[in-house]
Structure formats: structure tokens, C-alpha cells
């Protein structure tokens, strides 16, 4: 396990470093100035474009200013707006902001938008996966699997705002989503993320849905299920404690997938609701050509994306026994 771990981090390592490359340097193939927005729009003189471009640390050439990066994120590093200590992801070009500070205060509203729709969509999809595959051929099933396929092929930019419309503007069922700290008052915490978390259950869910009870009528038919059925064991017996277990590592290997990519921002999802996190800044910071706040989160997105995959298949052998990590 642990030299299956090692060799893991090493290539995450290696992946990160490739993301890192090639969005920098697609960055500067854009014929876009970062100077000139950070100076007004062309409100500056040559002179003072070239201070703001020093200031901004973009007056090197391009191999340079990304060699000063990454020593930035191991070592710090040190601006005319003042020092980065490590790790140093930069000051935004548009506010001057520290990039990790506002990394970390964005966070918090893409976790709990991650976090609190995984619960959701996680506990139905299963739910409804083992009901269909435990009633398998009849109506119920049916009805479950047409459900999900229609379900799966709606987007949430189509589903989000018509959420919105019936259930706050309309009926007023729900308050509109907004992010309040959790740690300031949990009910207004769960009201304002309540209808993000149901629109992306929505959607999610089905997904689930549709490979727990795949994967379990799969796994219904194993000669070890068999074996226990032969036994004399009961059917809620060997559902449960054989077939379901065995179906688990393809819904983890997409949760993992979803979790990496949800806590890395949900950008669609953040935007519908005006959510203020990690989706919607990443979002702002490619129109406003801000690379240091692009960087640090697409890096932030990668990181927790690669963790989760490290994690899940680390728990394959625990869900598994018959998985080996050689």
C-alpha cells in the first residue's frame, strides 16, 4: 500500500506540473495585455505601463515568469506589492488581492455546495438504485430507469434557473440561495443551499441511480452471489451483504470523479445561483485575463481532483477484498 501511494503522489506530482505548464503558457497565447486592464484600459502611458507591468512581475520573458512561480509555491516569493510567503500563488492583476487568501475565503461556499449535494445525490441515487435492482422487471423498475434517463439529459443551466423561478419567485417554497457561514447560523446555512443542493441531486442523482442498479443486477449474477444463494442463505442476506458491497467500487471510482471536480468549483452551478465560490471565480478571472487568480485555482481543481482519485483507489481494497493494488 504505501509504495502503491508513493508511486501515486510522484505521477499526481507530475500531472500537476503538466496542468501548471500548459495554462500558463495558453495563457500568454492570448493577445491580451494583463497590464492594461490592471492599468485602466489603456488609460496609461508607456511609461506607466511598463511600471505597472514590473509591479505585476510580467515584465520578464514568459520561461522566466513561470520558472518564478513555481519556486514561488515551494520557497515564496517577494512583489513590489509586498511578500508571498509559500505557498505563493501570486497577487491577482485586477484587485492586487493575495491569490491563496482569496482562494481560501471562497472555499468554504464551494464546499458546502459540494459537500451537502454529494449527501443528497448520493443517498437517493443509492436508494433508488438498490430499489430498482431489488424490484428488477417490474413497474417500479421500469419506471425508476425511464425516470433517470430523462433526468441524467437535463443540464443545470435548462434545470437551475427554472428552479428558481417555480420554487422561489413563484410559489416561494424555498429562500433564494445564498451562502451564509455555517458557523454564524446553521438553519440560514441550510436554506440558502438548500435548492443548489436539490438542483444538482437532480442531476446527479439519476446518474447514480442508473449504475447502482446496474452494477448490482451485475453483481447478482457472480458466481460467489450464486454460491451464497446456493447456501441457503436469505435473498435480503445476499443482497445485501454480497451483492451490494461488489457494486460499490464503480459508484466510488464516479464519486470520486464528481467530488474532485465539485470541490474544485461547480461553475454553472455557482453562476445560476450567484454563489461567490471557487467555479464563479475561475469563471471571472478567464474574462478579466487575471492569470495569477486562473492559475491558482485551475492548480486548486487539479489538486483535489487527483487527491480524490489517489483516495478512492486506495479504498478499492478495502470495499474489495479480491482487489490487489500491485
Known amino acids: 500500500m504505501l509504495r502503491f501511494l ?5 505521477g499526481a506530482i507530475v500531472i500537476l506540473l503538466l496542468i501548471s505548464a500548459t495554462t500558463f503558457f495558453l495563457f500568454w497565447a492570448v493577445p491580451r495585455n494583463p497590464a492594461i486592464l490592471a492599468c485602466g ?3 496609461c502611458t508607456a511609461a506607466e505601463l511598463a511600471v505597472v507591468e514590473r509591479n505585476l512581475g510580467i515584465d520578464s520573458p514568459i520561461p522566466q515568469q513561470y520558472w518564478d512561480y ?3 509555491l515551494f520557497m515564496g516569493r517577494s512583489f513590489p506589492a509586498g511578500e508571498c510567503p509559500a505557498p505563493c500563488l501570486g497577487f491577482s492583476f ?3 488581492a493575495p491569490v491563496w487568501e482569496t482562494i481560501l475565503d471562497r472555499m468554504p461556499v464551494t464546499i458546502s455546495l459540494a459537500v451537502g449535494g454529494a449527501v443528497v445525490f448520493l443517498v437517493l441515487g443509492l436508494g433508488f438504485g438498490m ?3 431489488w424490484r428488477r422487471g417490474t413497474l417500479l423498475d421500469k419506471s425508476m430507469s425511464s425516470a433517470s434517463l430523462v433526468l441524467s439529459s437535463i443540464q443545470i443551466y435548462f434545470l437551475g434557473p427554472l428552479a428558481l423561478f417555480v420554487l422561489v419567485h413563484s410559489t416561494g417554497l424555498l429562500s433564494q440561495p445564498e451562502y451564509v457561514p455555517i458557523s454564524e447560523d446553521p438553519g440560514s446555512w441550510f436554506a440558502g443551499m438548500l435548492l443548489p443542493w436539490l438542483v444538482l441531486a437532480t442531476i446527479f442523482t439519476a446518474n447514480y441511480t442508473r449504475m447502482s442498479r446496474a452494477t448490482l443486477i451485475e453483481q447478482l449474477q457472480e458466481d460467489h452471489v450464486r454460491m451464497a444463494r446456493a447456501k441457503g442463505m436469505s435473498r435480503r442476506t445476499v443482497f445485501f451483504r454480497y451483492a451490494w458491497r461488489g457494486s460499490l467500487i464503480p459508484v466510488v471510482t464516479i ?3 464528481d467530488m474532485g471536480s465539485l470541490l474544485g468549483g461547480a461553475m454553472i452551478t455557482e453562476y445560476t445561483f450567484t454563489l461567490h465560490g471557487l467555479g464563479r471565480l475561475a469563471v471571472e478571472s478567464v474574462m478579466e485575463s487575471d492569470l495569477p487568480m486562473l492559475m491558482g485555482v485551475m492548480l486548486f481543481s487539479a489538486f ?3 487527491i480524490f482519485n489517489i483516495i478512492i483507489d486506495a479504498c478499492y481494497a478495502l470495499i474489495d477484498p479480491r ?4
Open 304 to 306: 483535489m481532483i487527483v
Open 323 to 326: 482487489v490487489r493494488l500491485a
Open 41 to 43: 484600459k489603456g488609460n
Open 131 to 133: 430499489l430498482a435492482a
Open 70 to 72: 513555481m519556486v514561488g
Open 6 to 10: 508513493v508511486r501515486r503522489t510522484l
Open 255 to 257: 464519486l470520486g470523479v
Open 94 to 96: 485586477r484587485n492586487n
